[in-house]
């Protein structure tokens, strides 16, 4: 079974905190992906990795920045943390050429 | 660019009733997936549809994919409490990309 694990799952920190949420996966799959979920907007990508180092801007990564220096890892991080970042934080993964995500348990972050 | 739109976003039912939830999608997609998701939890991938007319069923839900209409529909059948939960719908972006594009999901509760 695709395992994705996430580290954290409750998280709070104070506005103007650096914030670092790590995603692993154990499938050896291409793709990895940083996603927030708030109520009434559903999924929005944040950023997508297709290969180690590389990665790509998703619909809002104004704020956060990402880091991919294993394939199997990928790190969100928030430069200065702010209230409106609060929000539920998911993480996938998938191999290259198959659409199909594999999602972590989700990082709830509360920056106050 | 794709959209992927859900109707209804919320849907209250009684046990034993049938029901069917929409995927609507704005451009050609050549893959559609659903996920379910349950309260603070993350999402579990539920069906994989790849091309037109198909259709997977497991347990009481049933999907279906039709490309020409570019609508996906899953369909609940006899419905039980268990089967409460938040039911999202997702599309390949197009060119090939291996972004999901998902809907805002549809909130499902099962009453007695």
């Known amino acids: 079974d695709v395992k994705v694990t996430q580290s954290s799952r409750y998280l709070v920190k104070r506005t103007g905190e650096k914030v670092f949420l790590e995603c692993v996966q154990d499938m050896d799959h291409e793709n990895m992906f940083w996603y927030r979920q708030d109520p009434g907007l559903g999924l929005r990508l944040i950023y997508f990795s297709y290969d180690v180092k590389m990665k790509e801007k998703g619909d809002i990564p104004e704020g956060y920045s990402v880091s991919r220096e294993k394939k199997e890892r990928f790190s969100l991080i928030l430069e200065s943390a702010s209230t409106n970042q609060t929000s539920m934080y998911l993480c996938?993964?998938?191999?290259?050429?198959?659409?199909?995500?594999?999602f972590g348990p989700g990082t709830r972050l509360t920056v106050t | 660019e794709l959209k992927v739109e859900q109707n209804p976003l919320f849907l209250s039912m009684q046990e034993g009733k049938n029901y069917t939830i929409y995927c609507n999608y704005s451009t050609t997609s050549d893959r559609l997936y659903w996920y379910r998701q349950d309260p603070g939890k993350s999402l579990e991938s539920l069906f994989v549809?790849?091309?037109?007319?198909a259709v997977k069923q497991e347990g009481r839900l049933m999907a279906s994919l039709d490309t020409k209409a570019r609508l996906s529909t899953l369909h609940i059948t006899a419905a039980v409490h268990d089967l409460s939960a938040t039911y999202f719908c997702a599309g390949g972006a197009q060119g090939g990309s291996e972004k999901l594009v998902f809907g805002k999901g549809t909130k499902l509760t099962v009453n007695p």
């Open positions: 996938a993964s998938s191999p290259a050429g198959e659409g199909e995500q594999y």
């Open positions: 549809l790849l091309s037109n007319g």
